[in-house]
Nanobody, 121 residues
Framework: QVQLVESGGGLVQPGGSLRLSCAAS????????MDWYRQAPGKQRELVAS???????NYGDSVKGRFTISRDNAKSTMYLQMNSLKPEDTAVYYC???????????????WGQGTLVTVSS
């Protein structure tokens, strides 16, 4: 069984910072692109940032210059450093990864359970 587990969410004041983590575990052969998505109440899920195995990154327009995505391939873990947080960043943040399973080399699209980030004074 392959799974992703997020951590690091919580309540932060506007202008503050948080760091999210997403750890992959299970029978993993390889991990392809890893993404962070978020979904605010009443809104569609949107892509926040993505990172390839080689470290190429891509950001949504609303977080460029404030958020930084990174990954540690040796630890099968992805991070999202969020700075200068705004109330409109409030959402449930989900990680996603394309993972090739070690057991049968199938390509799996795996989602984490989500972690809530609340930006409020």
């Amino acid at each position: 069984q392959v799974q992703l587990v997020e951590s690091g969410g919580g309540l932060v004041q506007p202008g503050g910072s948080l760091r999210l983590s997403c750890a992959a575990s299970g029978s993993i052969f390889s991990i392809d692109t890893m993404d962070w998505y978020r979904q605010a109440p009443g809104k569609q899920r949107e892509l926040v940032a993505s990172i390839t195995t080689g470290g190429t990154t891509n950001y949504g327009d609303s977080v460029k210059g404030r958020f930084t995505i990174s990954r540690d391939n040796a630890k099968s873990t992805m991070y999202l450093q969020m700075n200068s947080l705004k109330p409109e960043d409030t959402a449930v943040y989900y990680c996603y990864a394309g993972i090739v399973a070690l057991t049968d080399y199938r390509f799996l699209e795996v989602w984490g359970q989500g972690t809530l980030v609340t930006v409020s004074s």
